[in-house]
């Protein structure tokens, strides 16, 4: 029986979210679980996880909508990337240049 | 003779070679020294010292990581700071 079983609220300690709340979704391992909540919904390692008192019942596959709710925090819907047309430039007109009598020395 | 401001310990001398074989002594302006933690004094990673020309012209996402407190404390103060924070509440 450890501290981080599913339901459990924890805090990152570690990462660019560190300091973020989640809760545990999945146990994986001894060493990882998967995590969700103000983060998104992650494999991290339970060294980088600070648990707290609070344990909120969450069913084991939650949706990320469900778990912001029980949180209390902000639901953020990720945005679909949407692929920017790539427009296609139309060629410079370049003009040459004719060469100099003497480059063309040059070239002989 | 080097001109007198060059004689200050804010350029640093350097010996160069000449192609004509001659070693001449050049003038260079030094670097800053690299960042510490706020916290224990460590030396910071991630994080590019040069002079401010150099600097300004870095994008500011390549000047210091992508954590809080990033470029401020180190990893390990920073872990202090977080646990700190959440077990307050």
């Given at each position: 029986m450890t501290m981080f079983d599913v339901g459990r609220v924890c805090y990152k300690i570690?990462?660019?979210?560190?300091?973020k709340k989640g809760v545990i979704?999945?146990?994986?391992?001894v060493n990882y679980v998967v995590i969700d909540g103000a983060t998104r919904r992650r494999k991290c390692n339970v060294k980088h996880l600070e648990p707290t008192d609070q344990v909120i019942s969450v069913?084991?596959?939650?949706?990320s909508e469900d778990i912001a709710k029980a949180l209390g925090i902000p639901f953020t819907p990720k945005k679909a990337k949407q692929k920017k047309e790539q427009v296609k430039k139309a060629p410079k007109a370049t003009v040459k240049k004719a060469a100099t009598p003497a480059q063309k020395e040059k070239k002989a | 003779m080097p001109i007198p401001q060059l004689k200050s310990r804010t350029f640093r001398r350097v010996q160069r070679r000449t192609p004509g074989g001659k070693t001449v002594q050049h003038y260079h302006l030094r670097k800053p020294k690299q960042p510490h933690c706020g916290g224990c004094g460590a030396i910071l990673h991630g994080i590019p010292h040069e002079r401010p020309v150099i600097m300004r012209n870095i994008p500011k996402t390549m000047?210091?990581?992508?954590?809080?407190y990033g470029g401020v404390l180190c990893s390990k103060c920073m872990r202090v700071a977080i646990v700190f924070k959440a077990r307050q509440g």
């Open positions: 570690a990462g660019r979210d560190a300091g979704v999945e146990v994986l391992d069913k084991h596959g939650s949706a | 000047k210091r990581p992508e954590r809080p």
